[in-house]
């Protein structure tokens, strides 16, 4: 069935624009302020492949036509580029250091961390903001986070991400306030690791 435009390709985007945006939002602004906690994104939404729901839903909510956004090789499908100029209006950039959104469907393979806008001393919040689409938000290797919003330490552990990319954003910790902020998604759950959280094995 052809979707908005009388594109076969294009999915819709979600039901209620307003309401499932804010809803998504608040999801998102909860588990930066509790870093390592997973949270459920609890909008129905058929997001073209390969998206999850939470990945697609995460882009809806965040991106527009001001945030140049950078694919990984497996996001970078013609219906997942159609989709989100249709639904976000967002520019799709080849350089990730162009990027405000990175949406990584292969996180085993991204680009090095540094490659990434980290922002700058005068405007440290123009670092990008990378969404990284796992098989799990558990079951990986155990990070012990610790920081703003987390009582103490507590453990977080996304598949498919490997030592080397904790090692590298270890190393981007000390730019901070400048940095990256990371968030994962899997199904329908997402979960996230501002600049400001501290990572250690």
Not at 8 to 31: K, Y
Not at 96 to 104: G, L, S, T, Y
Not at 155 to 180: I, K, M, N
Request: with cysteine; net charge negative.
């Amino acid at each position: 069935m052809p979707g908005p435009g009388g594109d076969p390709e294009l999915r819709p985007g979600f039901g209620d624009p307003v309401a499932d945006s804010q809803s998504v939002f608040r999801e998102v602004l909860a588990a930066m302020s509790e870093p390592g906690t997973v949270r459920t994104v609890a909008v129905g939404l058929d997001a073209p492949a390969p998206l999850h729901p939470a990945t697609a839903a995460v882009c809806l909510a965040l991106m527009d036509f001001e945030t140049p956004v950078w694919l990984d090789a497996v996001a970078c499908t013609g219906a997942v580029r159609t989709w989100l100029r249709f639904h976000c209006g967002c520019p799709l950039v080849a350089d990730p250091a162009a990027a405000r959104f990175a949406v990584a469907a292969d996180p085993v393979k991204l680009p090095p961390l540094d490659g990434f806008a980290a922002g700058s001393e005068a405007y440290p919040d123009e670092g990008a903001t990378l969404v990284l689409q796992v098989g799990s938000l558990d079951g990986g290797m155990p990070v012990t986070v610790t920081g703003p919003g987390i009582p103490g330490e507590r453990s977080f552990g996304p598949e498919d991400v490997t030592r080397d990319f904790w090692h590298q954003r270890r190393a981007l910790e000390d730019l901070f306030p400048q940095g990256l902020d990371l968030v994962f998604t899997s199904g329908v759950g997402l979960a996230a690791l501002p600049r400001s959280t501290l990572g250690r094995w």
